[in-house]
């Protein structure tokens, strides 16, 4: 059951700890759009761009899509980035600040590092530009201190119907 507010999800992690595979079916489970912003990056390079300038208007198509769904549109939407930069936060809140009647959740996915790796050595080659690679999940979650204290902390070394439990349970609250 979707949330009765309009919502935006910010998805938070290092790659690796399943932010899009969860966005996707927290997404398809909701019936939410989710704004992609490692594929806005990918066509930009696709398209000649380089990596560094790619990424940033990645993110600033990824900020208006998410405007436009949800000011615009009225509808809530799932962002799948990693908000390790505080800049991320604080593009949201801004977007959030132009309306009241968007509510916020942060989901922030997180792994050891094992896992981690295993994933990211599993998956199709996805270029990063993030070079953190944390030894415990104790140094993890210091990355993302700058993160609401009323987020959701989704451990994803669990099934994933498991997760969309936990993150539908949190969105619903």
């Not at 909701?30 to 806005?40: A, T």
């Not at 939407?77 to 809140?93: N, P, R, Y």
Request: net charge neutral.
């Amino acid at each position: 059951m979707p949330a009765s507010r309009l919502t935006l999800v910010t998805m938070a992690g290092l790659p690796g700890a399943g932010k899009t595979t969860i966005a996707y079916a927290l997404g398809h489970e909701l019936g939410w759009q989710v704004i992609d912003k490692d594929m806005c990056r990918e066509v930009l390079v696709k398209q000649g761009i380089d990596d560094d300038r790619a990424g940033k208007v990645a993110y600033e198509l990824s900020f208006a899509h998410a405007r436009t769904l949800l000011i615009r549109q009225q509808i809530s939407a799932i962002l799948d980035t990693a908000a390790l930069h505080h800049f991320i936060l604080d593009k949201v809140m801004e977007i959030l600040c132009s309306t009241d009647e968007v509510l916020l959740k942060v989901i922030l996915c997180v792994a050891e590092r094992d896992l981690r790796n295993y994933r990211l050595r599993n998956r199709p080659y996805q270029p990063t530009s993030i070079r953190v690679d944390p030894a415990t999940i104790s140094d993890y979650l210091r990355y993302f201190e700058h993160l609401p204290e009323n987020k959701l902390t989704l451990f994803t070394n669990v099934p994933i119907l498991e997760c969309i439990a936990k993150a539908k349970d949190y969105i619903n609250q």
